[in-house]
């Protein structure tokens, strides 16, 4: 039998512990953590994320610092925008929509957000400590799986996990957060031989390879964790990058699309906000 993970009510959770954060932080210091989304151009689907974003932050108790850029924004104005940002104590995190406009340079705009205010954990800077070990804010849709796997009480330790992707995005960092988990971690990729046989090896199979249905039942060992990061729009409906319906009854636990991963990955954007609002209130006491 399958047992479907129920991410909704997971990142519901994790929403309530954050907001319960933020009122204590406000009891404690009067000021709510702040997060400034930043917008470049109109393009449709970040306008959705960022809109999610935005609400979810208000919902929580945190102030909204939206800054929409037009999208003819010269490379040297956004980047005083962010270090305008960076410079304001009531911003306790940024985060910067992308993909950016191509006359942008994403790499050098990211580069700008100081580590502690990194809450989509992509800076290089974080990207390091999490390769080390060492404490820093994580990229929020591999640290929102982690939340996941531990909520089903799925053993991480000695477990093989085999993630499928390799994006700074999702693969790499998930990678590095199994193994920080004492995972037994393979890193299946575009050029991987034989997926179906990489992937049969996993207990924890996470597949965020970004191709419609791409793992079937003969990718997956029987009563194995199966987390689908996919996400696709085919013939109007929404699906992963498992085929649901095939690995249904062979996977232990599999997150399904809609509603598995997605949810997560504002949560922990909040929860990477009250981090960030937590730490700089230590270093600033
Ligand atoms: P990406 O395109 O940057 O990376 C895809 C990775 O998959 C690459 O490393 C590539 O090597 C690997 N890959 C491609 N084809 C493969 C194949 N045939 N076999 C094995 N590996 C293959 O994508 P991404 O940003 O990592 O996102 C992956 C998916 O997750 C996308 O569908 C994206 O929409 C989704 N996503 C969802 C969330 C969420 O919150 N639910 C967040 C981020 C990404």
């Known amino acids: 039998m399958t047992t479907l993970i129920d991410g909704r009510s997971i990142a519901a959770e994790v929403r309530a512990e954050v907001a319960a ?7 404690a210091r009067g000021a709510p953590p702040g997060l400034a989304t930043v917008l470049v151009g109109d393009d449709p689907a970040s306008q959705v994320y960022i809109r999610s974003k935005r609400a979810a932050c208000t919902h929580a108790g945190m102030v909204d610092l939206h800054r929409h850029l ?26 910067l929509q992308l993909p950016l406009p191509p006359h ?13 205010k990194d809450v989509d954990g992509l800076t290089t800077a974080n990207a390091g400590l999490l390769a080390q070990g060492r404490p820093g804010l994580r990229p929020c849709t591999p640290a929102g799986v ?24 999702v693969g790499r960092p998930m990678a590095q957060l199994l193994l920080q988990r004492d995972a037994t971690v393979t ?10 046989r990489v992937c049969l090896r996993a207990d924890v199979l ?4 970004g191709i419609p249905q791409l793992i079937g039942a003969d990718a997956v060992k029987p009563g194995a964790t199966v987390i689908d990061v996919g ?4 013939d109007g409906a929404l699906v992963g990058d498992v085929d649901a319906r095939a690995v249904t009854g062979v996977a232990g ?16 954007l909040l929860a990477n906000t009250l981090a960030a609002a937590e730490e700089q209130g230590k270093l600033g006491a």
């Open 21 to 27: 954060g933020v009122a204590q932080l406000v009891a």
């Open 70 to 95: 037009p999208v003819n924004v010269s490379q040297q104005e956004a980047c005083a925008v962010l270090d305008e940002l960076a410079g304001d104590p009531a911003v306790s995190g940024i985060l």
């Open 104 to 116: 942008l340079d994403a790499e050098a705009l990211l580069a700008r957000i100081p580590a502690a």
């Open 146 to 169: 982690v939340r996941l796997l531990d909520r089903c009480g799925v053993e991480l330790r000695g477990a093989e996990a085999v993630v499928v992707g390799r994006s700074l995005l």
């Open 187 to 196: 890193l299946a990729h575009s050029r991987t031989r034989d997926l179906a």
């Open 206 to 209: 996470v597949v965020a390879a």
């Open 231 to 234: 996400i696709h729009r085919v």
């Open 253 to 268: 636990h599999l997150s399904p699309v809609p509603g598995g991963v997605g949810p997560m990955t504002i949560a922990m």
